[in-house]
Structure formats: C-alpha cells, structure tokens
C-alpha cells in the first residue's frame, strides 16, 4: 500500500557532502512523519533524523550540526542533506514514513529498501 524509495547514496571523501531524497508512494490518508536511520555492518540500526508533518526536526547527537532533514509535502519528499560526512557516517541508510492508512487509524510504520553511503578517507 505503501512504497519508500530512497536515493542519493553512493561514495564520498571524508568531508563530503551528500544528499540522500525519500518519496513515498501509495495509498494512504496521511503521512504523520518520516525519517532517516542508518545501520553500519555489524552495528544495530539507529536513529539519524526525523521530520513531522508539522515540520519539526530532531536529530541524533552524532549528526547535529552537519545532518539537515527537510520535506516536500506536497510531494511526500523527503530529504538529508548531509555535510561534513565522517567515516563513521558510512551506512546502510534507511527511509521510515509513520502512515495514517485511514482517517481514524493508528501510524503504521513504513521503511525503504535504503540507500548506501560510503565514506572515503
């Protein structure tokens, strides 16, 4: 019902910059926030950035100061502008969208197949 797709990855100098964009897709009333997690080989899947329909923003300790999440809404878009990218910032990086199927229905959560990005030093 619902589909996220993530772009923008690929390979990087330490220092770098890359801009990873999510479009979601399908059938839905509403969609309530999005956001961005990583997960690095071996390592749990954590928490980058998130962006309420409302636009309010909250990121990780590790990404603030050089992470951006912003929307499109009228496109269901979303993006991470990433800036002074570190070797630790090399992931997996997954889309998440918390979706409203119908008017009086609980957030489903959604998640993106992910992008990757990798830092070079």
């Known amino acids: 019902q619902v589909q996220l797709v993530e772009s923008g990855g690929g390979l990087v100098q330490a220092g770098g910059s890359l801009r990873l964009s999510c479009a979601a897709s399908?059938?839905?009333?509403?969609?309530?926030?999005m956001g961005w997690y990583r997960q690095a080989p071996g390592k749990q899947r954590e928490w980058v950035a998130t962006?309420?329909?409302?636009?309010?923003?909250t990121y990780a300790d590790s990404v603030k100061g050089r992470f951006t999440i912003s929307r499109d809404g009228a496109k269901n878009t979303i993006f991470l502008q990433m800036s002074s990218l570190k070797s630790e910032d090399a992931a997996h990086y997954y889309c998440?969208?918390?979706?409203?199927?119908?008017?009086?229905?609980?957030?489903?959560?959604?998640w993106g197949q992910g992008t990757q990005v990798t830092v070079s030093s």
């Open positions: 998440n969208a918390a979706v409203q199927l119908w008017p009086a229905s609980l957030s489903v959560d959604y």
């Open positions: 399908g059938r839905f009333f509403s969609i309530n926030a």
């Open positions: 962006i309420t329909k409302g636009s309010s923003t």
